[in-house]
């Protein structure tokens, strides 16, 4: 199947097995076979634990299968690629109190930063300055 044909994302039969600190292992996805056709939007919902995000890092090229294919646009995924954006459940910027001030990172101490009222924003950005940042 050439890229123009081949769906935007595809798993074969991919599974992905991490060893826990007893010793053991943890098979977190299993056999899973998915195709994702172009310009279609797909959700992927369950419990937690069922492997949602693990399924996103196996695309987006975080984490690779330890069983089966992971490909997008026909390609397989061999590590972080330009053709997949990821956006993390947690977020993923830099810590509250550290901003980067264009030649580098500083870190602003407790008394620089307005107290914390019990308000879901602080300086009237939703989430304060991880989401600003």
Known sequence: ????????????GASKTFRIPS??????VRDLDLA?????????VGPTGCGKSLTSTLVS???????GE????????????????????QDATFPDGVREEGHGLT???ASDRPPRRGSPTRNG?????????
């Open 1 to 12: 199947m050439s890229a123009d044909t081949s769906p935007a994302i595809e798993l074969r």
């Open 23 to 28: 010793g053991g292992l943890h098979t977190a």
């Open 36 to 44: 994702v056709g172009r310009g279609e939007f797909v959700a992927v």
């Open 61 to 67: 090229g975080l984490e690779e299968p330890t069983e």
């Open 70 to 89: 992971v490909l997008v646009a026909g390609e397989p995924v061999r590590g972080v690629g330009d053709k997949v954006g990821f956006v993390l459940q």
């Open 107 to 109: 870190a602003e101490t």
């Open 125 to 133: 950005v939703p989430g304060g300055p991880r989401r600003r940042t």
